[in-house]
């Protein structure tokens, strides 16, 4: 049987709070076929304007299997 294929989703991710009210913030930067591929986007873009005021924590990567439902419940 043949391994999963898999690709690997990179965020921007952190909490925000604007009068009392707070908020996560995420922007989904893209999508690649290999973490190293979000590792150097994140070294190209972790000094760029609106991502230079976080920690490089904020970045997150999410792997995900092609094929595979990941939303189990109803609403």
């Not at 709070?17 to 893209?30: C, H, L, P, Q, Y």
């Amino acid at each position: 049987m043949s391994k999963p294929k898999v690709i690997f989703v990179l965020y921007h991710i952190y909490n925000r709070t604007f009068d009392g009210v707070a908020w996560r913030e995420s922007k989904r930067i893209g999508f690649f076929n290999t973490r190293k591929e979000c590792k150097d986007v994140i070294e190209t873009m972790k000094d760029s304007k609106g991502f230079r005021d976080h920690s490089v924590t904020c970045f997150k990567i999410f792997e995900y299997e092609i094929g595979k439902t990941y939303w189990q419940n109803e609403f």
